[in-house]
């Protein structure tokens, strides 16, 4: 089974400011990571995603993540916010060998301040 | 917008009554995956359907059921609704059925149960 513990329920944060959101995550196989965004009444859409490869990955608006696999830890960053990235941010995982689910951590808020 | 469509975006019903979510992918999708966002439960895999056919399954209950029609959109049965069942509904497709590929999530149906 698999699980992904977002450590933080809400991170606010000063506009212009660096932003960490961290994911560790347990399983027993091989996971794909990802980073879903939700904005006010939307749907969600992808970040970024760690299949294999390097482990430092990025994304669309600025934010990278790095993937550690001895800590288990897919953690968001971005050096310098915007108010227009308040938003929930989840983290999910995907076992490699199965086509179905993905399995989210329960979401951060990201709450910007002018 | 993503090009997955859901309806209704809104549904306000009473307990014991039955709905119905409707899906549609992005052109060309095969894969429909449907899942349950809560306040108690977070965001959790339901089930996902591949050219038609059921082809994994998360926690969902046995009163919700759902189908992939020929023409590729899915429904989400919904019945003898409870109080618990009052959540968002998210719909996502991919292309192909494999664990890498990117899942796009239509808006969301906001079912409220009375």
């Known amino acids: 089974a698999q699980s992904v513990t977002q450590l933080d329920s809400q991170v606010p944060v000063f506009e212009e400011a660096p932003v960490e959101l961290r994911c560790n995550y347990s399983s027993s196989v091989s996971v794909y990571l990802f980073w879903y965004v939700q904005y006010p009444n939307q749907g969600l859409q992808l970040l970024l995603k760690?299949?294999?490869?390097?482990?430092l990955v990025k994304g669309i608006n600025g934010f990278e993540a790095e993937f550690n696999k001895s800590q288990t830890s897919f953690h968001l960053r971005k050096p310098s916010v915007h108010i227009s990235d308040t938003a929930e941010y989840f983290c999910a995982v995907r076992p490699t060998g199965n086509t179905g689910k993905l399995i989210f951590g329960q979401g951060t808020t990201l709450q910007v301040k002018p | 917008d993503s090009g997955v469509t859901q309806t209704p975006k809104h549904l306000i019903t009473a307990t014991g009554q039955r709905v119905t979510l409707r899906c549609s992918p992005r052109?060309?999708?095969?894969?429909v995956y449907w899942y349950q966002q809560s306040l108690d439960q977070g965001l959790q895999f339901l089930i996902q359907y591949y050219n038609g056919e059921e082809r994994a399954k998360g926690n969902i209950l046995e009163r919700f059921s759902a189908q992939q029609f020929p023409d590729l959109h899915s429904e989400l049965n919904l019945s003898s609704l409870e109080l618990g069942d009052s959540a968002l509904y998210f719909c996502?497709?991919?292309?192909?059925?494999?664990?890498?590929?990117?899942?796009?999530f239509g808006p969301g149906t906001r079912l409220t149960v009375l």
């Open positions: 760690y299949l294999s490869g390097s482990t």
């Open positions: 052109s060309g999708d095969l894969s």
């Open positions: 996502a497709s991919s292309d192909r059925d494999s664990s890498y590929n990117e899942q796009f």
